[in-house]
T-cell receptor, first 116, second 113 residues
Framework: NAGVMQNPRHLVRRRGQEARLRCSPM?????VYWYRQLPEEGLKFMVYLQKENIIDESGMPKERFSAEFPKEGPSILRIQQVVRGDSAAYFCASSPRLAGGPAEQFFGPGTRLTVL | DQQVKQNSPSLSVQEGRISILNCDYTNSMFDYFLWYKKYPAEGPTFLIS?????DKNEDGRFTVFLNKSAKHLSLHIVPSQPGDSAVYFC????????????FGPGTSLSVIP
């Protein structure tokens, strides 16, 4: 049973380009979460999605960032017109999200984005 | 506005001794608390959790203690092993939004053989 997959593991972009980060959840998990980790900081919640639905995007920057989790295929975190401040590690997690209480989130290895 | 705080960026402990990692929080609505462990170049892995209705949860060498009145929790690792060397993140979520997990900045633990 493969874990959460993220690709690419490393991504280099120049300022103004677009970055697309992909996440495939664990088999059977229908809930995906994206986090960003800036240097020397903890993980910051960005967005929580179910298939074809954004449930909570309260941690997403208002501009340039978007996320989707289509019916088929991986979840995508898209950053348009990247700036140097977007350089960070982006982690995806998935959960089976049992009804009611909390469910453990399983994390992928992360994508390290470097903006030149 | 940091809702989950880990005031010790790093900690060194001798192998075989106890490691105590501390965490404080400010949000009284937090209902569920977790500890994650992270090795370099890997994603965090879940370690142990505790609900606000409990004050202690134990899993093998790992025990988490929760003091709600002080808004403080701690993770005890006994005995510490070199393989425990990693960054430990304290995290919390509210009952109305278990999916939105708020992480602390992490404590880097080094267990010295």
């Amino acid at each position: 049973n493969a874990g959460v997959m993220q690709n690419p593991r490393h991504l280099v972009r120049r300022r103004g380009q677009e970055a697309r980060l992909r996440c495939s959840p664990m088999k059977g998990h229908s809930h995906v979460y994206w986090y960003r980790q800036l240097p020397e900081e903890g993980l910051k919640f960005m967005v929580y999605l179910q298939k074809e639905n954004i449930i909570d995007e309260s941690g997403m920057p208002k501009e340039r960032f978007s996320a989707e989790f289509p019916k088929e295929g991986p979840s995508i975190l898209r950053i348009q017109q990247v700036v140097r401040g977007d350089s960070a590690a982006y982690f995806c997690a998935s959960s089976p999200r049992l009804a009611g209480g909390p469910a453990e989130q399983f994390f992928g290895p992360g994508t390290r984005l470097t903006v030149l | 506005d940091q809702q989950v705080k880990q005031n010790s960026p790093s900690l060194s402990v001798q192998e075989g001794r106890i490691s105590i990692l501390n965490c404080d929080y400010t949000n009284s609505m937090f209902d569920y608390f977790l500890w994650y462990k992270k090795y370099p170049a890997e994603g965090p892995t879940f370690l142990i959790s505790i609900s606000s209705i409990k004050d202690k949860n134990e899993d093998g060498r790992f025990t988490v203690f929760l003091n709600k009145s002080a808004k403080h929790l701690s993770l005890h690792i006994v005995p510490s092993q070199p393989g425990d060397s990693a960054v430990y993140f304290c995290a919390a979520s509210e009952k109305t939004s278990y999916d939105k997990v708020i992480f602390g900045p992490g404590t880097s633990l080094s267990v010295i053989p």
